[in-house]
Structure formats: C-alpha cells, structure tokens
C-alpha cells in the first residue's frame, strides 16, 4: 500500500530534550516536506526536500533541523524543544510540488 | 503575501442538503489549488486539484470551482452524508511552488 509513515503518532516531551519524529514514504516520491498546524491556522511549512541531499526552509523553520540521506527517509529533528513547538505535524511527499500529495496521518506533539 | 481564507470556519447541515464551501486568496498569481478532506486522527487527503488555467473539476458528488481573477474558489458537495462530515482545507500553490493553505472549514452532517 502506498502510504507515508510517521512515528510516534503522540509524543510529549519536556523542554529541552531533543527529539526525532521520522517520516517514511514508499512511493519513490522525490519531493517530501513536513508542515505543523495550529488551531485557527492553517498548515504552514517547516522545511522541505526537492531530492536526496536537497533541503529547504518552508516558513517557519527555526527550532527545526531536518535531513535527507535516503530518498524515502525525512526526519524532522528538534534539538531543544519548547512550549511554542506544541503543535500537530504532518509529513508529506510528492513526485512534484503541488502534485499529487499524500500525507501521513500526523503527529501531535506536546512540549511542557 | 498570499493569503487565504476559508468561510465559515464550521458549518452543520442536515443530511442530503446540499452545500457550498468558500475559500478566497489574495493574489491572483496562482500555480493551483487544491481541496483536502482531514478526519480527526488522520492524514489530509486530496479531493481536487483545480489547474489556473482551469475553471472546475468534479469527483463523485464534488466539484470545485476556480474564478482566479476574483481569488475564490468553491467545493460544492450534493446530496450531502454523514460520511462528509470532515474539515476541509483548500491550499493554492503559488509561483514559488509553495503551499498556502486556509485554516479550513469543520464540516458536520447532522443524519
């Protein structure tokens, strides 16, 4: 089944600990991004990857890191979380940007 | 700065009317726009995606409309199920190739 696959699906954390939310996609999809929603907001673009190797900053991509080393892997990464990264994030891939979106079911993450 | 808007931010019909979801954007220079559907615990799945050079798509009960120059679009649902009952977002590309996306519309369809 096609999918994109995020881990964990819940995570709380304390401020300061770092911490990894993988995301994996089956499709051979070259472009992947990760966004985060908020209440009242709509989504809005952490980073994204237009192929192995290749990152960008989305709109909000402080308190962020990712990486790209494999073509199905993007990881979003944040090294020391705060309050303010409480939030519900998606991963997404795609052959191209705006094409064809698939999303992984999510993340919620709380930092207290 | 592109923008986008969704109007209303909820809305609950009774079951087999029909309806219209409104998603405006500020600037005219668009790529595309897509609609998504969300459910609670899930991922976004897309339901239409509408080209500039387009005026509409259809799926199934839905179609999506596009008036670029007025910077709307809308997601017309027929015969209207409790299985509709979602949020939905409309996003427009824009000449960047980035993503901006409305705050959605919560959709409830009351049996």
């Known amino acids: 089944e096609a999918q994109v696959t995020q881990n964990p699906r819940y995570l709380i954390t304390v401020t300061g600990k770092k911490l990894t939310v993988t995301c994996s996609q089956n499709m051979n999809h070259e472009y992947m991004s990760w966004y985060r929603q908020d209440p009242g907001l709509g989504l809005r673009q952490i980073y994204y990857?237009?192929?192995?190797?290749?990152?960008d900053k989305g709109d909000v991509p402080e308190g962020y890191k990712v990486s790209r080393k494999e073509k199905r892997n993007f990881p979003l990464i944040l090294e020391s979380p705060s309050p303010n990264q409480t939030s519900l994030y998606f991963c997404?891939?795609?052959f191209g940007q705006g094409i064809g979106y698939t999303f992984g079911s999510g993340t919620r993450l709380t930092v207290v | 700065k592109q923008e986008v808007t969704q109007i209303p931010a909820a809305l609950s019909v009774p079951e087999g009317e029909n309806l219209v979801l409104n998603c405006s954007f500020t600037?005219?220079?668009?790529?595309?726009l897509q609609w998504f559907r969300q459910d609670p615990g899930k991922g976004l799945t897309s339901l239409l995606l509408i080209q500039s050079s387009q005026r509409e798509q259809t799926s199934g009960r839905l179609n999506a409309s596009l008036d670029k120059s007025s910077g709307r679009s809308t997601l017309y649902i027929a015969a209207s199920q409790p299985g509709d009952s979602a949020t939905y977002l409309c996003a427009v590309q824009d000449s960047n190739y980035q993503l901006i996306w409305g705050a959605g519309t919560k959709l409830i369809i009351k049996p």
């Open positions: 997404a891939s795609s």
């Open positions: 990857s237009m192929n192995v190797e290749v990152t």
């Open positions: 600037d005219s220079a668009i790529y595309n």
